[in-house]
């Protein structure tokens, strides 16, 4: 991270680390705060859930953050285990969660996802116009921080079409910020194990690493 962050000019300070633990076990996330990484990724609402109940989240001083398509019908069980979500691809859904998160008398972090790739198979807003248009609602909702854009970069291996998902990323940021104000609009997430170093040239300030940190799919669900 550091490397790349230095090739391009960057404060590597400015750039962060999200832990994806997700199909691991709780012990995995324990070894990861004794080596004092203290921010997790999960993708899926009851598999943390277990987890979270299994570990002493706040001795820790954990912090877990939702990168997986969320369902409106299971905003419910957000509060009280995530802090941010950084999937939120409507205003549907959207909307779900700044409710449970007021009637928890919590706030979230958020982060709207922007499909980059194009492919039907990812979840995010479709352009950055759709984007823009939902985050207008959004910041109006009273429990939602809007924080930035997160992606998934597209899986294949040439690497200037992963580059281009970035930069329209990075874009899509810029014009975020532009709207909505930069002190409060400051994270771009993007860039996971086998494109982080792209991302972070594009401009990334948050990558997503899983497998470089904890091997292959674990088998915890
Ligand atoms: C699994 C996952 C990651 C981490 O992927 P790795 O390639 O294992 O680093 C990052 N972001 C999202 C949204 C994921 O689902």
């Given at each position: ?5 230095g090739?391009?000019g ?5 750039v ?14 324990r070894?990861a705060?004794?080596l004092?990484i203290t ?21 820790l ?8 398509h ?9 509060p ?6 950084e ?23 958020v ?11 990812k ?10 248009a939902?985050?207008?609602e ?6 939602l ?8 970069g597209p899986?294949v291996s ?5 580059r ?6 990075r874009e899509c940021?810029?014009r975020l910020?532009?709207r ?7 994270t ?10 792209i991302?972070?040239?594009?401009g990334?300030?948050e990558v997503?690493i899983?497998?470089?940190?904890f ?7």
């Open positions: 991270m550091a490397e790349a962050a090739r391009s960057r404060d590597p300070s400015l962060s680390l999200v832990a994806v633990s997700k199909t691991h076990p709780p012990e995995v996330i070894n705060a004794s004092g921010v997790f990724g999960e993708n899926r609402v009851q598999e943390a859930e277990r987890k979270i109940a299994e570990l002493p989240v706040k001795d001083g954990l912090e877990f953050r939702l990168i997986g969320l369902q409106s019908n299971k905003a419910k069980l957000v009280g285990l995530f802090q941010w979500v999937s939120i691809d409507s205003v549907k859904v959207a909307r779900a969660l700044s409710t449970r998160f007021s009637e928890a008398d919590l706030t979230c972090e982060l709207l996802q922007l499909n980059s790739s194009g492919e039907q198979s979840s995010g807003f479709e352009s950055t116009d759709a984007l823009l939902a985050a207008r959004i910041v109006a909702l009273p429990a921080h809007v924080r930035g854009v997160m992606t998934i899986f040439d690497t200037e079409a992963i281009r998902a970035f930069m329209q990323t940021f810029d910020q532009q909505v104000g930069s002190p409060s609009v400051d771009l997430s993007m860039g996971m194990t086998d494109d982080f170093e991302a972070i040239e594009e990334s300030t997503r899983g497998s470089a940190l091997g292959g799919r674990g088998s915890y669900a």
